[in-house]
């Protein structure tokens, strides 16, 4: 069946620190990937997404590429602020959904 | 554009009394979906409706909820009766369905936070 595995937090970096939060997933057919974040006190929305295989998606400096040789698609940043507190989510589809990092960023 | 809209933010009621929740979608948005998030959990897909049709509703437990989406527009989501296990954020989300469902992003409502007591 389908599913989506998360890496586990929560993560604490310290600013410019390079950040990684791991997603793999099962899934049958080719399925779109989304990265989806929540910050304090707000809603779930997009972070960025891609829909086939070796796509890169990126948005506000982060970046996951579609792995489908190992079934990967792993959030990355290069240098994080505080202001990417949030808890970050992988999902497969719209129906499928990891459990969430949560990710402090402190001074 | 207006956002997904859902009321209320917050409900208390007791274990076997009933509850509903409200959502609107954003204007224009054909697919709208239902979410329970429980605490710690990623958001499980309760129901999806295409325009004012069910698409998915394999994993609404349907002895206690329901969901209607009249006119294709706003929903509703009802639990009766409530259980202890269903304390949980009840997220509604849209998309616009462009392209096929599964490639398009999905905007979220602030969610309900229900506590059954």
């Known amino acids: 069946g389908n599913s989506v595995t998360q890496m586990e937090g929560p993560v604490t970096l310290s600013e410019e620190a390079f950040l990684t939060i791991n997603c793999t997933y099962t899934?049958?057919?080719?399925?779109?990937l989304f990265w989806y974040v929540q910050y304090p006190g707000e809603g779930l929305q997009l972070l960025l997404k891609?829909?086939?295989?070796?796509d890169k998606g990126s948005n506000k400096g982060f970046e996951a590429t579609y792995r489908k040789e190992t079934t990967s698609f792993h959030l990355e940043k290069g240098s994080v602020q505080v202001s990417d507190s949030a808890v970050y989510f992988c999902?497969?589809?719209?129906?499928?959904f990891g459990t969430g990092t949560s990710l402090t960023v402190i001074p | 554009e207006a956002g997904v809209a859902q009321s209320p933010r917050y409900k208390i009621i007791e274990k076997r009394q009933s509850v509903a929740f409200w959502c609107n979608p954003i204007?224009?948005?054909?697919?709208l979906y239902w979410y329970q998030q429980i605490l710690g959990q990623g958001p499980k897909l309760l129901i999806q409706?295409?325009?004012?049709?069910?698409?998915?509703d394999s994993q609404l437990p349907k002895d206690r909820f329901s969901a209607e989406r009249l006119k294709g527009v706003d929903s509703t989501l009802k639990i009766q009766p409530a259980k202890l296990e269903d304390s949980a954020v009840y997220l509604c989300?849209?998309?616009?369905?462009?392209?096929?469902?599964?490639?398009?992003?999905?905007?979220f409502g602030n969610g309900t936070r229900l506590t059954v007591t």
């Open positions: 999902a497969l589809n719209q129906f499928y």
């Open positions: 891609a829909t086939k295989a070796d």
């Open positions: 899934a049958t057919g080719y399925p779109s």
């Open positions: 204007s224009g948005h054909a697919t």
């Open positions: 989300a849209s998309s616009h369905g462009a392209g096929g469902t599964y490639n398009s992003p999905l905007h």
């Open positions: 409706f295409q325009n004012n049709g069910v698409v998915d």
